[in-house]
């Protein structure tokens, strides 16, 4: 079966997403959730799906002690799910085409460092956009910039608010991410 690994740092909803879309169609599985923060529902969220954590520190994560991990483990895809820190060179040159991120916003706009949750949805708010959506791309050394893998749309009303941008936003994930990596794999 192929092994999937996530990466996340906030509440979890993308991970729990996919955990629980490949326990429905055994195509896959994850086999681990990685957080660099201790407080992310993240943890909860998967290890009441039964599937082990593990919580690092940034130096750990630079330093190999996470590609050792993941070496350990041989993943098939690395899945970045809301995962804030710049994820290192070195795991992504052991893993060439083999992690992906979603982003909440229709790269190439709205990408970048600082770019991530409601900071893009009160950006495509501020500048009066008609449409947003979710990217899912290969993940290379700069924020955002690597190949797009999928794209999906959704309309932007100029009455809708940061937090109704966000709904939207979170619907598509849930909705398009787990098919989007079980293509993947």
């Known amino acids: 079966m192929k092994k999937i690994v996530v990466f996340a740092s906030g509440s979890g909803t993308n991970a729990e997403n996919i955990i629980k879309y490949f326990t ?22 998967a290890e009441k799906l ?14 190999g002690k996470i590609l050792q991990i993941i070496n350990g483990i041989q993943p098939d895809l690395i899945v970045l799910a809301g995962f804030l820190l710049k994820f290192p060179q070195v795991i992504i040159q052991a893993y060439p085409n083999k992690v992906i991120n979603i982003h909440p916003a229709l790269l190439p706009k709205y990408g970048g460092k600082g770019m991530y949750g409601m900071h893009v949805h009160q950006a495509v708010v501020a500048n009066k956009e008609k449409e947003t959506g979710i990217t899912v791309h290969y993940v290379n050394e700069q924020y955002d910039e690597g190949a797009i893998i999928a794209q999906k749309k959704v309309v932007v009303l100029g009455t809708d608010t940061a937090e109704v941008v966000a709904a939207k936003i979170h619907d ?14």
């Open 50 to 63: 039964g599937v082990e954590t593990v919580i690092f520190s940034k130096s750990e994560l630079i330093e």
């Open 24 to 45: 429905e169609r055994r195509t896959a599985t994850v086999v681990m959730v990685l957080t660099n923060n201790p407080l992310a529902l993240a943890i909860e969220k």
């Open 172 to 185: 598509l994930e849930q909705r398009f991410f787990p098919e989007i990596v079980a293509s993947l794999v």
